[in-house]
């Protein structure tokens, strides 16, 4: 069965740049989109980039998303952290075209 | 304002059964896909199931294959699942998504509890 694998956690310093992965278990990451989702404690899951490398409006340009072909792995990069940013970030493909595969999850402590 | 609401959680016994319900307002509810996803408690994100705008195409997980069944009623603007069969490891927060190529927007999920 094909799998999304992030890091268990990631932490960094507010100001600072992070950078999740989310690298995929067989075929080519970059043969379907994924979508990075980000959930706050406490409260349902919202889209942070979508199709790759897209914005969601009223998403702040600092938060980017790549696919790395040589890897098979995607990342969402996270610049001038804010306290805010501090959540679980999920990443989400497709398998078989039309079974959607999550990420296991990532917890972002900003401190 | 796009709203997506959930209800019919609970508990229930395993074996047994309950239908989960999620109103649509704010947009035009026929013209989406529609997913199901669920939590458990610290746990992450795991996609059960989606629909197409008429219905037409419908996907499940293989953890729910033949237990669930995602329906949807798109003139009361609303989403279905009847969950049969109930185990402890359906235990989790159960989210609808409006799907626009991606989970664009999500309920606040309701909470599903299989426990004797």
């Known amino acids: 069965n094909f799998m999304l694998t992030q890091p268990h956690s990631v932490s960094e310093s507010p100001g600072k740049t992070v950078t999740i992965s989310c690298t995929g278990s067989s075929g080519s990451i970059a043969s379907n989109y994924v979508q990075w989702y980000q959930q706050r404690p406490g409260s349902a899951p919202t889209t942070v980039i979508y199709e790759d490398n897209q914005r969601p409006s009223g998403v702040p340009d600092r938060f980017s998303g790549s696919i790395d072909s040589s890897s098979n792995s995607a990342s969402l990069t996270i610049s001038g952290l804010k306290t805010e940013d501090e959540a679980d970030y999920y990443c989400q493909s497709f398998h078989s075209g039309n079974h959607w595969v999550f990420g296991g999850g990532t917890k972002l402590t900003v401190l | 304002e796009v709203q997506l609401v959930e209800s019919g959680g609970g508990l229930v016994k395993p074996g047994g059964s309950l239908r989960l319900s999620c109103a649509g307002s704010?947009?035009?509810?026929?013209?989406?896909?529609m997913n199901w996803v669920r939590q458990a408690p610290g746990k992450g994100l795991e996609w059960v199931s989606s629909?197409?705008?008429?219905?037409?195409?419908?996907h499940y997980a293989d953890s729910v294959k033949g237990r669930f069944t995602i329906s949807r009623d798109n003139a009361k603007n609303s989403l279905f699942l009847q969950m049969n069969s109930l185990r402890a490891e359906d235990t989790a927060v159960y989210y609808c998504?409006?799907?626009?190529?991606?989970?664009?927007?999500w309920g606040l999920g309701t909470l599903v509890t299989v426990s004797s």
């Open positions: 998504a409006r799907v626009s190529g991606y989970l664009q927007e």
């Open positions: 704010g947009f035009t509810f026929s013209s989406y896909s």
């Open positions: 629909i197409s705008t008429s219905s037409e195409y419908i």
